[in-house]
C-alpha cells in the first residue's frame, strides 16, 4: 500500500466564530492510500486550540512512524493495520484518524461496498444540526432565521464568550425561531462552573428550551462538570473532555455528564469511536457524532458511521457546509438538514479537485 498525503485549504463561504477561534478556511491533510488500482481517502483537520494537532505534525506522523508501522502489509489486512496504527505514536489523532478512514474506506472500495454498507448499514441519509458562529444578539437572530429557511430544525448556538451577555442572545434566537426548532448550546469550555448554573437556569426560567448544553467548563474540570449536571435540568453534552476510552469511563463514574460527543479526529478514527459509542450505550450515556472544521472525507466517514450506529441525539456534522467549494470530488451531499450518503464504493471520493 502506497500512502500520500495531501495539503488543502477550503475557504469558508461564512466565518466560523467560536469561544476559542475564528476560522476563514477549512485547513486539513488529506490521506490517500493506494493498493495499485484503489484509492483510500482520510482527512486530519489542523485543530490547534482542541487537540493540539497542526498539519504538520500529522504529516509528519503519517509519513514516519505510521508508515513504518504499516510496513509490509497488504490491503487485506485491516485489523491488523487498524490496530498498528494505534499503537504507532501517543496522540496525533488527527493522524491516526485519517489513516483509519482512509484504511476502511479502501476495504469497502476493495469490496465494492459503500463506507456505510461495509460498517453494517442500509440507510443512506442522516440528519445533522447547524451551528450559530458567536455574534452579537441581532446577529445571532437574523443568521437563525436564515438557517431555519434553509431547512435546519436544529441550531446550536456557540456561546461562552461572555456569560452575561449570553442568556440574552439565546433568548433572542428562540424568539426569532420560535418554539418548533430545538436549540442547543456550546460552551467551548468558556464558563466557570458558577456562570453555566447561573447561565442555564436563567434559560430554563425563561422557558427557552433547550435541548442540551455542550462542555460548558474547561476539559479537565470533570468535577466543576458534574456540579453543573446535578444543579441543572438541562442535559450536558461532554466533548473536549472526552477523546478515548479512559476520559468516557472518568466521566461516566463520576457522573459528570448526560451525553458524549464522539469525533473521529478527537478519537482517532471509525475503529476507536465505535468502541465509543458502545461503552456510551451500555452504560446509559447519550452520544452524537461530531465534526471538527472538516471537508467532505471527514464529515463522510463521521455520516457513514453514524448510519451504522444511530445516537441517540441529531448529529452535529455541518463542518462541510460551510465549504465554498469541497476540495474533493464526489463524497456526501447537503440538502437543508439531511447528508445524503453516496451510492459509489467507499466514501465516494474520486479525487483532488484541481
Known amino acids: 500500500m502506497k500512502l500520500t498525503t495531501h495539503l488543502v485549504s477550503a475557504p469558508l463561504h461564512t466565518p466560523f466564530v ?24 482520510g482527512e486530519a483537520p489542523q485543530v490547534w486550540k482542541v487537540t493540539g494537532d497542526s498539519l504538520a505534525g500529522a504529516k509528519a506522523c503519517i509519513e514516519g512512524p505510521i508508515s513504518a508501522a504499516l510496513d509490509g502489509l497488504g490491503p487485506d489486512d485491516l485489523t491488523e493495520a487498524l490496530r498498528r496504527v494505534q499503537g504507532a505514536a501517543v496522540g496525533n489523532f488527527g493522524a491516526k484518524d485519517a489513516v483509519d478512514v482512509a484504511l476502511h474506506d479502501l476495504a469497502a472500495r476493495r469490496r465494492g461496498q459503500t463506507l456505510h454498507g461495509f460498517l453494517g448499514s442500509t440507510v443512506d441519509v ?42 440574552e442572545r439565546v433568548r433572542r434566537v428562540r424568539d ?24 442555564i437556569r436563567a434559560l430554563e426560567d425563561a422557558g427557552c428550551a433547550i435541548e442540551l448544553v455542550e462542555q460548558p467548563v474547561a476539559a479537565a474540570d470533570l468535577d466543576g462538570m458534574a456540579w453543573v449536571t446535578d444543579r441543572v435540568g438541562t442535559p450536558i453534552l461532554a466533548d473536549e ?18 451525553l458524549v460527543n464522539v469525533k473521529l479526529a478527537k478519537c482517532g478514527g471509525l475503529a476507536p469511536a465505535r468502541t465509543l459509542l458502545e461503552l456510551a450505550r451500555e452504560h446509559g450515556i447519550g452520544a452524537i457524532v461530531g465534526c471538527m472544521m472538516e471537508g467532505h472525507v471527514g464529515v463522510g466517514a463521521a455520516a457513514a458511521l453514524v448510519s451504522a450506529y ?17 476540495a474533493v470530488t464526489g463524497g456526501i451531499r447537503y440538502e437543508g438538514s439531511l447528508i445524503h450518503l453516496p451510492s459509489a464504493a467507499g ?8
Do not use: C
Not at 431555519?148 to 456561546?159: P, R
Open 18 to 41: 467560536t469561544a476559542l477561534r475564528t476560522a476563514t478556511h477549512a485547513e486539513s491533510l488529506l490521506v490517500e492510500i493506494n493498493d495499485g488500482s484503489l484509492s483510500g481517502w
Open 126 to 167: 442522516v440528519r445533522t444540526d447547524m451551528t450559530l458562529s458567536v455574534g452579537d444578539p441581532d446577529a445571532l437572530a437574523g443568521t437563525a432565521k436564515a438557517r431555519v429557511a434553509d431547512g435546519f430544525d436544529v441550531l446550536k448556538i456557540k456561546v461562552g464568550t461572555d456569560a452575561a451577555g449570553d442568556v
Open 176 to 199: 426569532a425561531i420560535g418554539p418548533d426548532v430545538r436549540l442547543r448550546l456550546d460552551a467551548n469550555q468558556g464558563w466557570t462552573r458558577r456562570d453555566a448554573v447561573t447561565v
Open 241 to 258: 473532555s472526552v477523546y478515548g476510552v479512559r476520559d468516557l469511563v472518568a466521566v461516566i463514574r463520576r457522573g459528570a455528564a448526560d
Open 310 to 326: 444511530p445516537t441517540t441525539a441529531v448529529n452535529d456534522l455541518d463542518a462541510a457546509w460551510w465549504l465554498r467549494e469541497p
Open 347 to 354: 466514501l465516494g471520493v474520486t479525487g483532488l479537485r484541481v
